[in-house]
Structure formats: structure tokens, C-alpha cells
């Protein structure tokens, strides 16, 4: 199930209605988190029972302007917000055009495009932190995500493999966003979507799964006025692995 909105200035439109992408991988996570929230409504929890749910675009993250754009709009209303996030635009397609290198066995050209791709990154850092602590931290954490991408070289590359690989885009927006959010004082904190978002052996989402975990993360994590996570990607009902939805599939949901 997908919701898309488009970041217009500090503005966020949503577009209704949501619609079903069928034969796909895996789904967008954001209506599966919107229905787990809705348990909490009418409860005396009063936290949860006003948690809004925002999804955003790679376009909308796709630059360090735009990202702070997206902060002060989540942020704005000072309310509790569960925020889900692409990767920056044109991330998955550098990490494609990386797996298919080490599909044909040049690492070399993979490395290349890695290490064109870390140094967009490396800039992006230099624009949006100033806090010395957060950006050390944040530093680290990019490089980390781009060390486990070379070490692909090493081993087998199959579609499990690649997998993993296109995951990684989200896991350097939701970081970057999150240690953002911390260095403007604002209580954020990352929810990583494989701590609840699964599919079933249908390759549809797992509710029983997704509502059982979300709630306790919630319950768990209580506090904070934004909760970020990864948009397209979750684990399987067979591996642990990290799975990521496809072009076709992302082209259905819009």
C-alpha cells in the first residue's frame, strides 16, 4: 500500500486515494504504520492518539535544502509525527547501476561509482551540519554505509545481494535526517523498518507482524516528537534479508 506526497515549499499535499500495487516484492510501509496508529485512537494514551503519519519522496529529500525544508514541515506542528522517508534522488539508481557492475564482476566499476556517490555525501554533510559532535557521528555512520557497500567485491553477487545493496539509499536518508533533526534540538529518533515491517509467503504485507512490533516500539519509545523510518524496504517471511520494492512496482504506486 502506497501514499505519496510532494513537498511544495512547507507545504505537503497529499494524494488520495491510495492504491494497491499487486505482484509486488514488498509495500511501502506508510499505510501499514497509519493502520497500526489507528489502535491507538480513542485510547487514553494521548501521546500516540494524535500521531500523524507523513511520507516523503526522494525528491523531497533529494538535496540539503530540501531536507531541512521537510524538517521544519514535520516539525511545524510540534505534534508527535511518524515520518516515512526515501532515498535522496537519484541514490537507487546510482546503487543499481553499482549492483550491476557487481553482477558482471567489476568491482573496479563498482568502486568508481561508490566513490562518486560517497563524495556527493561527504558534501551534503558539509552543508547541513555544524554542530561538530553530530556531524563526526553522522560522518561515520555515511562512511560505514558505503564501507559495507564495497565489501560486495568480496563475495557472490546474487538478487539477495542486490537487494541489500538498494536498501542502503534509505538507510542514508533516514540517518542524515534524523541526526539533522538533533543538531536543531528537536526529539527525534529512528525506527529502523526492519524492526517490524515484514512480508507474509504471499510477498504481502504482514499485519499480524507489522502491528504486533510497531506497537511495541511505540510503547517502548515513548516521548519523541518525531519517528522516522525507511520507506520500500523490509524483511521476508524466508530470510532476514532486506528487500526493496522495483521501478515497476514504484511506478504502480504513484
Known amino acids: 500500500i502506497a501514499s505519496k506526497q510532494k513537498h511544495e515549499g512547507d507545504k505537503a499535499i497529499t494524494h488520495t486515494p491510495i492504491r494497491r500495487c499487486h505482484g509486488a516484492s514488498r509495500k511501502e510501509p506508510s499505510g501499514d504504520v497509519m493502520s497500526a496508529l489507528h489502535k491507538y485512537k480513542g485510547t487514553k494514551n494521548k501521546h500516540y492518539s494524535k500521531m500523524k503519519v507523513m511520507k516523503f519522496?526522494?525528491?523531497?529529500?533529494?538535496?540539503?535544502?530540501?531536507?531541512?525544508?521537510?524538517?521544519?514541515?514535520?516539525?511545524?506542528?510540534?505534534?508527535?509525527?511518524?515520518?516515512?522517508?526515501?532515498?535522496?534522488?537519484?541514490?537507487?539508481?546510482?546503487?543499481?547501476?553499482?549492483?550491476?557492475?557487481?553482477?558482471?564482476?567489476?568491482?573496479d566499476g563498482a568502486h568508481d561509482v561508490i566513490n562518486t556517490l560517497e563524495r556527493k555525501y561527504m558534501r551534503h554533510i558539509d552543508e547541513l551540519y555544524t554542530d561538530a559532535t553530530i556531524k563526526a557521528g553522522?560522518?561515520?555512520?555515511?562512511?560505514?554505509?558505503?564501507?559495507?557497500?564495497?565489501?560486495f567485491s568480496k563475495d557472490t553477487f546474487t538478487s539477495f545481494e542486490e537487494r541489500a545493496v538498494v536498501a542502503q539509499g534509505e538507510m542514508?536518508?533516514?540517518?542524515?535526517?534524523?541526526?539533522?533533526?538533533?543538531?536543531?534540538?528537536?526529539k527525534a529518533i529512528l525506527i529502523p523498518a526492519l524492526d517490524f515491517m515484514r512480508t507474509d509467503k504471499n510477498q504481502e504485507p504482514d499485519m499480524m507482524h507489522i502491528k504486533l512490533?510497531?506497537?511495541?516500539?511505540?510503547?517502548?519509545?515513548?516521548?519523541?516528537?518525531?519517528?522516522?523510518?525507511?520507506?520500500?524496504?523490509?524483511?521476508?517471511?524466508?530470510?532476514?534479508?532486506?528487500r526493496r520494492v522495483g521501478k515497476e512496482c514504484r511506478r504502480m504506486c504513484r
Not at 94 to 102: H, Q, V
Request: charged share 20%; hydrophobic share 30%.
Open 138 to 151: 553522522i560522518t561515520e555512520t555515511v562512511k560505514n554505509i558505503f564501507q559495507y557497500l564495497r565489501s
Open 57 to 107: 519522496g526522494g525528491t523531497s529529500v533529494g538535496s540539503p535544502e530540501r531536507m531541512k525544508g521537510v524538517c521544519r514541515l514535520i516539525t511545524k506542528s510540534g505534534e508527535p509525527t511518524f515520518v516515512v522517508l526515501s532515498a535522496m534522488s537519484g541514490t537507487t539508481n546510482s546503487l543499481i547501476e553499482i549492483s550491476n557492475y557487481f553482477y558482471k564482476k567489476n568491482p
Open 213 to 242: 512490533h510497531i506497537n511495541d516500539i511505540l510503547k517502548r519509545e515513548q516521548g519523541y516528537q518525531i519517528y522516522i523510518t525507511q520507506g520500500f524496504i523490509c524483511r521476508n517471511a524466508y530470510r532476514s534479508e532486506e
Open 172 to 186: 542514508l536518508s533516514t540517518n542524515m535526517v534524523v541526526a539533522y533533526l538533533k543538531q536543531e534540538g528537536i
